[in-house]
């Protein structure tokens, strides 16, 4: 089971910090995503990593905003947030891949974490 936290409340314009911890062995030689879901939408894509950390990729919604990084091959990964909107509002999910890279879709990941509320008041 994954570890999603830094979720809060923060005025729009603000910034967050999320984090993603796994047990040992999860992230193996796993890529991990981050995902998003607001009451009534279907779960979508935000950014993913690679393995070690060299490849990214986001969503456009959130691209030039959000960056995720980890700090070492196979280690906890973070989505700093900035220049948050209101449309961003979500519960925020982390998961690890089937493989190595980054899938964009829910089905290409195994591992779910419980998820961390973001909210973003404007």
């Known amino acids: 089971q994954l570890q999603a936290s830094g979720g809060g409340l923060v005025q729009a314009g603000g910034s967050l910090r999320l984090s993603c911890a796994a047990p040992?062995?999860?992230?193996?030689?796993?890529?991990v995503g981050w995902f998003r879901q607001s009451p009534g939408k279907e779960r979508e894509f935000v950014a993913a990593i690679d393995w070690n950390g060299g490849n990214t990729d986001y969503a456009d919604p959130v691209k030039g905003r959000f960056t995720i990084s980890r700090d070492r091959p196979k280690g906890p990964v973070y989505l700093q947030m900035d220049s948050l909107r209101p449309e961003d509002t979500a519960v925020y999910y982390c998961?690890?891949?089937?493989?190595?890279?980054?899938?964009?879709?829910?089905?290409?990941?195994?591992?779910w974490g419980q998820g961390t509320l973001v909210t973003v008041s404007s």
């Open positions: 040992r062995g999860i992230f193996s030689s796993n890529g």
């Open positions: 998961a690890a891949a089937r493989s190595s890279g980054m899938p964009t879709t829910t089905r290409g990941y195994r591992y």
